[in-house]
């Protein structure tokens, strides 16, 4: 159990990705520019939620949940760090080295998962330092 909860939520983004993108209509960049959901807005524009922005949503989520799970302490927080880690060294591999990574979409979702790497260190840092108390004066 502890396991499965340090699996990093990222992680779900770029297999998401990876299963849209090498198996069928996906695999043809004009699909992540089709339109999920149209809706007429009331000052007459017309508002279209694209394949891409959903997929970026659905990162910029899992980003947020990775945040909370930054907070925690000990060795669950620390083996999430380092699959966070794992995940954006998998991302930047494909990136460089697959026609099918060589997107914007990807590089964005490639940039939540650094910002993940990032954030998740940061605040653990931040946190440790704040568990960290010095005393003044005669010690006993």
Known sequence: MRLFSAIPF??????????????????????????????????GATFELLASDVLITVGLFFLFIEILKATRIGTTALLDHMFSVLVFVAYLVEF?????????LFFILMAISL???????????????RDVSFGHGDMH
């Open 96 to 104: 460089l080295v697959l026609q099918q990574a060589a997107t914007s």
């Open 10 to 43: 990222t992680l779900f983004t770029l297999l998401i990705y990876n299963a849209l993108a090498f198996t069928g209509g996906a695999s043809d960049p004009a699909f992540w520019t089709q339109p999920v959901v149209t809706i007429a807005m009331v000052s």
């Open 115 to 129: 910002i993940d790497v990032i954030a998740g260190f940061s605040i653990s840092i931040t946190g440790a330092r």
